[in-house]
């Protein structure tokens, strides 16, 4: 149909109930040309004329009558919904499905949620851990945390923190094997060993070298499949392991592990939060946003500096 059916079936009811459809032209803010031209095209339609007109008044025809009876439920049941769908979309309420990375859920991710949910205790998360890429269009998601690379196309995205790999080891390990002094020495000792989620495959090591990424292959004394568990192993003086800086934070600076390799420490990848949509969202979603941004974003409590791991203070000019 070359018309819009809905605003002319709103525009006849709204002249009916008000008995002049130039009344009816000004509650829905169109023109009173408008008005006449999606009546008319609405009865062209129908094959029926709906009111008696005059310049002064209208009035219902029978067949107007019965059309408006039938007509009036399924409007009001959608001028409902829509008034229901603008309160929601206002109202901190209802929930908030969020998909993360286990890796950060307790450190990282928990204390954003806890103050969120202190605040606006009508909300109710869903959260959902989960190493894999998550499809956040068929989980339904609103907003999702992903480490590495960018997310996927189709949603907006933004860079939280750089991911810094930093090799490190227990004081225990480093008593009994010595410290790698270099990037080769590594092949000579027992290193942890991560493997993908869904592939299985082991994954390299990365490091900085003279300003550009480089991969590497080392022989694993140690494999897991789960972050948490690789830094125990770690920690427990098991092997060497290359850790993510958020992680390995916390530990170097209690002095439970210690830094190695530093000048080598790579930053290109990043903890990224994802979202669908700059407009229409709900309160509660750019609430969480809001506020994950401004706990997360940049802070030094997740980032290791220079002199943290063993270099330099770069020199001011």
């Known amino acids: 149909m070359a018309f819009n059916e809905l605003r002319a079936i709103a525009t006849f009811t709204k002249a009916a109930e008000l008995g002049s459809l130039r009344a009816a032209a000004a509650a829905q803010a169109i023109t009173p040309q408008a008005a006449s031209q999606a009546l008319s095209q609405l009865e062209a339609f129908l094959g029926v004329r709906l009111f008696h007109r005059t310049t002064r008044r209208l009035s219902l025809t029978e067949e107007g009558a019965r059309f408006l009876e039938s007509a009036r439920p399924g409007l009001d049941s959608l001028q409902r919904a829509l008034r229901d769908a603008r309160r929601d979309q206002q109202q901190m309420a209802g929930p908030l499905r969020i998909a993360a990375p286990r890796f950060i859920a307790r450190e990282l991710l928990w204390p954003v949620l806890d103050e969120f949910c202190r605040a606006h205790p009508e909300v109710e998360p869903d959260v959902r851990l989960d190493d894999r890429l998550v499809n956040w269009v068929e989980d339904r998601v609103d907003v999702g945390f992903r480490a590495g690379g960018p997310p996927e196309e189709g949603v907006i995205a933004r860079r939280l923190l750089p991911l810094q790999l930093v ?8 008593q009994r094997h010595g410290e790698p002094a270099s990037l080769d020495a590594l092949a000579g000792h027992r290193c942890s060993g991560f493997r993908r989620p869904g592939s299985g495959r082991l994954m390299d090591w990365e490091f900085l070298v003279d300003g550009d990424i480089v991969s590497r292959e080392l022989p694993a004394a140690l494999c897991v499949n789960d972050i948490e568990l690789e830094q125990q192993a770690v920690l427990d ?10 992680v390995a934070a916390p530990l170097i600076r209690a002095g439970r592990l210690r830094p190695l390799l530093g000048a080598h420490v790579a930053e290109h990848l990043g903890l990224y939060l994802y979202y669908g949509s700059r407009v229409a969202q709900p309160a509660r979603v750019r609430a969480f946003i809001d506020l994950a941004v401004a706990r997360i974003a940049g802070n030094p409590a997740w980032l290791l500096s220079p002199q943290e791991l063993g270099q330099p203070a770069p020199r001011r000019r």
Do not use: M, N, R, S
């Open 237 to 246: 003086g098991h092997c060497i392991g290359q850790l993510v800086g958020l």
């Open 167 to 174: 090799v490190c080891a227990a004081p225990a390990y480093l």
